[in-house]
Antibody, heavy 117, light 112 residues
Framework: QVQLQESGPGLVKPSETLSLTCTVS????????WSWIRQPPGKGLEWIGY???????NYNPSLRSRVTISEDTADNQFSLRLSSLTAADTAVYYC???????????WGRGTLVTVSS | DIVMTQSPDSLAVSLGERATINCKSS????????????LAWYQQKPGQPPKLLIY???TRESGVPDRFSGSGSGTDFTLTISSLQAEDVAVYHC????????FGPGTKVEIK
């Protein structure tokens, strides 16, 4: 059974860069698509981007200038970096596995990131 | 970009009664090369991540009770819970995976 677990800081200052890691167990990240998705408190879900097949990436155009997703196949992890943070980036951040690209069949439990000074 | 809308924003249904949620995409999500609608439904309970219920508009994910069903094609889709159970209280999201993936704003289902 595939399991995903997000890790990273819960509080980040405005203008700084957020770094989160997703650790995958029960399956290799060398197959499927691996996404980051976020949900501001009380709001809807927003896809951030994915990584697949030897490091190829695709990002939401609305965030592309600030996002980098990378992978560490040795540790079966993938990571998110989101720069130039503002309060609008406060959200629960999920990592998820994508089949058929961006159909999400397994999700992490999510981690709340608050952007505040 | 394809924008997803849902109606209603929330609904209250008596136990054992039918719940119907509508989802509309701003462009068709039907792919003529394979005759599939790239539309999924997720259930999200408080404090939990979304759970995949339905994909390809009408295919139930393994383990999902058969009281959940999806229908529709092109731009208009429906999720139906045929007989609402207490454990179905949740927010339901539709999502298109035809282009840049996008989710609907969610519909909150409660017990009347």
């Amino acid at each position: 059974q595939v399991q995903l677990q997000e890790s990273g800081p819960g509080l980040v200052k405005p203008s700084e860069t957020l770094s989160l890691t997703c650790t995958v167990s029960g399956g290799s990240i060398s197959t499927y698509y691996w996404s980051w998705i976020r949900q501001p408190p009380g709001k809807g879900l927003e896809w951030i981007g994915y990584i697949f097949s030897n490091g190829r990436t695709n990002y939401n155009p609305s965030l592309r200038s600030r996002v980098t997703i990378s992978e560490d196949t040795a540790d079966n992890q993938f990571s998110l970096r989101l720069s130039s943070l503002t309060a609008a980036d406060t959200a629960v951040y999920y990592c998820a596995r994508g089949v058929a690209g961006t159909l999400f069949d397994h999700w992490g439990r999510g981690t709340l990131v608050t952007v505040s000074s | 970009d394809i924008v997803m809308t849902q109606s209603p924003d929330s609904l209250a249904v008596s136990l054992g009664e039918r719940a119907t949620i509508n989802c509309k995409s701003s462009q068709s999500v039907f792919h003529s090369s394979n005759n599939f609608n790239y539309l999924a439904w997720y259930q999200q309970k408080p404090g939990q991540p979304p759970k995949l219920l339905i994909y390809w508009a009408s295919t139930r994910e393994s383990g999902v009770p058969d009281r959940f069903s999806g229908s529709g094609s092109g731009t208009d889709f429906t999720l139906t819970i045929s007989s609402l159970q207490a454990e179905d209280v949740a927010v339901y999201h539709c999502q298109q995976y035809f282009g840049i993936p996008a989710f609907g704003p969610g519909t909150k289902v409660e017990i009347k």
